[in-house]
């Protein structure tokens, strides 16, 4: 984009796309020449020659991921009160049968989407990844420079007669823990392709490896800390240590224990 006189256009090099005309102009994809434009509160979509596309469709909108950032291939409309995907190309991904599309959040290619009142995660050619059966599904936040967000896994949550209950499912949507759990972390300091998971039920906690469990479920609390690379377990006020393997290095007897260096 280019700036004039307060007004936005888009060059292409040396070549002038769009002259400078608009309050604002959002890129979705450099590769496309598909253009969101802002004028007041009116917003169109415009092709190279400044005319406007999608006008079969309505409330045609880009999708942010994060601030300044939006899906590159696809675009939500909305037809009936509900909302369907469409390609930057102009083809239907999906029709418009959803209460709700909005990002995942960081993880580009997948949506979240909201259909008979429940939460699911669809990608942008209109697959499901993660069923629709959910009240809520979070990111677990995991982040490694090679791949960013894409190996981060999902919290999902059911309501029950008894609460709240939390399962997870690992980045390809497999499900790896079901909802039977009070509350579900990802230890993301670790970084592996192996998934640590601390997992509480009915006030106590225990460590998962992806599904398989190496901490039983019976303290009050497990801390992980990332310099020894130990757990710190906690049961009825006694404290004890832990290996990432689960292997117990300290019985928990301890009134204190603190970490100083290599030492406990």
């Known amino acids: 984009t280019v700036e004039v006189d307060n007004k936005i ?3 292409e090099g040396e070549k002038t796309i769009i ?6 102009i959002i890129i979705v994809n450099p590769h496309r020449a598909v253009f969101v434009c802002q004028s007041g509160d009116t917003q169109k979509i415009v092709n190279e020659n400044n005319k ?38 102009g083809n239907i991904v999906t029709n418009a049968i959803y209460e709700e599309i909005l990002s995942v959040g960081y993880k580009e290619g997948e949506l979240l989407i909201k259909q008979n009142g ?14 629709n059966k959910y009240d809520e599904i979070q990111l677990d936040g995991y982040y490694s420079e090679e791949n960013e967000y894409k190996k981060s896994g999902y919290i999902v949550k059911i309501t029950t007669d008894e ?54 479920t019976e303290y009050q609390s497990i801390d ?41």
């Open 52 to 89: 406007e596309i999608f006008t079969e469709y309505n409330n045609v909108e880009p999708i942010e991921i994060i601030e300044n950032k939006y899906e590159k291939n696809i675009f939500k409309y909305q037809k009936d009160g509900r909302y369907g995907l469409l390609k930057v190309t």
């Open 163 to 216: 609460g709240y209950r939390y399962g997870y499912y690992d980045n390809e949507g497999v499900q790896v823990l079901e909802e039977q759990f009070n509350q579900i972390s990802r230890l993301i300091q670790i970084k592996s392709d192996d998934i640590y998971l601390i997992a509480a039920k009915n006030g106590q906690c225990g460590v998962f490896v992806n599904n398989s469990k190496i901490i039983n």
């Open 224 to 264: 992980y800390n990332t310099d020894l690379q130990v757990f710190i377990v906690e049961r009825t006020g006694k404290f004890g240590a832990n290996n990432l393997k689960g292997a117990r290095i300290l019985e928990p007897e301890y009134t204190q224990l603190t970490v100083n260096g290599i030492y406990l």
């Open 118 to 131: 429940k939460y699911g995660i669809i990608t942008d050619k209109g697959n499901t990844k993660i069923k």
């Open 19 to 24: 002259e400078p005309q608009y309050d604002d």
């Open 9 to 11: 256009g888009v060059i």
